[in-house]
């Protein structure tokens, strides 16, 4: 559970004492928060009856970012209160602690956080085999890549790699009795297909109320837009061209369509993504948020939706990803990338048209053009297997 420090709780119930003195701020505040948290607990909060800690962890961020939007007051910026918390509350267990953190000291905070992570997950299969992971042979190593449950060939990579390093260090260090790194007998993708979660990768549907939650309450309406355009069927293929090259003219917001020129129709638009679409299109700055550090820079001026910091018109492609990523970790899901966002709004779709009688294979076609995606017997087919396992899990 995380809670907010003493000055802080006090800072909050002065903010809360603001919004109970105005009916019309409190009504608003009750009805923005009761869409994701029950009404119960938010009663009992702005009534003062209870503390934040009745929340859990979505709960809460959804919670001080309705506060931080209220007061502008970085105090209450989720991202820097939880984070901080998790900082001061989680301990991750190292096995041979000492030694790993002297490796990790080279790395930056943010490097040495996310690997500290990845050595905890080792842990448990260290203290089973009673040694280090700079002892593991290949088939230790093997069962390490197992238990990971990576679901892109990018994160095993990386994991892969910083194990090889790890290794190294301590062969440098004399610490380990093999003579053999045997990490590097992983490092090419051809083999380590069958270290992946397929069934994860491929099959983590995020329901509309869960992703564009995420989306609105990102820090950013130009990250948060980057999801509910997948969603709703831009397409992350070709380097996220569609998304790169999006501009307010390609924008009915009226209409709630989007006409892109390469596409055949329309693309429709929840009402939701139309305001991200809003936002993001009048948002001037952009807020980078590091730990403590809260970093607002200048958002170019142009008529693309997703635009460049530091002049440049539209977005680099390789930072869509990022901004995903961002928004990941904020909300600690960590399955959520474009291509299973990209998943979660055809199984919308998909369903929306089943329930209103449209045959499957009709159904498949339409969600493949909505989505931009080539009609072929090896696309209709994995739509297919997807589309009858979520309809199996659901009934």
Same mark, same amino acid.
């Not at 009745?54 to 939007?69: A, G, M, S, Y």
């Not at 994160?155 to 380990?176: D, F, G, P, V, W």
């Not at 730990?291 to 460049?308: F, Q, T």
């Not at 493949?368 to 080539?374: A, H, I, K, S, Y």
């Given at each position: 559970?995380?809670?907010?420090? %003493? ?35 938010? #009663? ?20 001080? +970012? ?18 901080? #918390? ?44 009673? %040694?280090?992971?700079? /002892?593991? #042979? ?8 197992? *238990? ?48 992946? /979660? ?20 990102? /820090? ?57 679409? +809003? /936002?993001?299109?009048?948002? #001037? ?12 820079? +200048? ?42 966002? *990209? ?45 009858? +396992?979520?309809?199996? %899990?659901?009934?």
């Amino acid at each position: 559970m995380v809670k907010l420090k %003493k000055d802080l709780n006090e800072e909050l119930d002065k903010v809360l004492d603001g919004i109970n003195l105005i009916d019309s701020i409190k009504s608003t505040m009750r009805s923005d928060l009761s869409k994701y948290i029950q009404s119960d607990k938010v #009663e009992q909060i702005l009534n003062k009856e209870a503390n934040i800690d009745i929340l859990d962890e979505k709960e809460l961020r959804v919670f001080l +970012k309705k506060i931080f939007n209220f007061t502008r007051d970085e105090n209450f910026n989720p991202a820097i209160v939880i984070e901080q #918390e998790k900082d001061n509350y989680t301990q991750v267990e190292l096995y041979n602690q000492r030694f790993k953190e002297k490796f990790l000291s080279k790395y930056s905070e943010n490097t040495q956080r996310v690997n500290r992570v990845l050595f905890g997950r080792i842990a448990k299969l260290e203290q089973e085999l009673g %040694k280090d992971l700079y /002892d593991f #042979e290949y088939e230790d190593i093997e069962e390490v890549l197992y *238990a990971l449950r990576a679901t892109t060939h990018r994160s095993l990579q990386n994991s892969i790699s910083t194990i090889e390093q790890y290794i190294s260090y301590a062969m440098r260090q004399k610490k380990t009795r093999n003579k053999i790194n045997y990490a590097t007998a992983f490092d090419k993708r051809t083999r380590i297909d069958k270290f992946l /979660d397929k069934d994860a990768e491929e099959n983590m549907i995020f329901d509309k109320a869960e992703l564009f939650e995420m989306a609105m309450y990102a /820090d950013n309406a130009q990250d948060g837009a980057i999801l509910g355009l997948i969603f709703d069927g831009i397409s992350h293929k070709n380097e996220f061209e569609e998304l790169v090259e999006l501009t307010i003219d390609d924008c009915n917001l009226e209409e709630q369509e989007i006409n892109i020129e390469t596409r055949e129709e329309p693309i429709p638009i929840s009402t939701e993504t139309k305001t991200l679409i +809003k /936002d993001a299109y009048e948002q #001037e700055t952009y807020i980078s948020i590091t730990g403590e550090n809260v970093r607002r820079y +200048k958002i170019a001026d142009s008529k693309h939706i997703l635009r460049g910091l530091r002049g440049n018109s539209k977005i680099k492609w390789r930072n869509v990803n990022q901004r995903i990523l961002r928004i990941a970790n904020i909300f600690d899901e960590k399955y959520l990338n474009a291509t299973n966002i *990209a998943y979660s709004g055809q199984i919308h779709l998909a369903k929306q048209l089943l329930d209103k009688g449209m045959d499957m294979e009709q159904v498949i076609d339409k969600v493949l053009t909505r989505f931009g995606v080539t009609i072929n017997s090896s696309s209709r087919f994995y739509l297919r297997k997807r589309i009858e +396992k979520y309809l199996e %899990k659901a009934s």
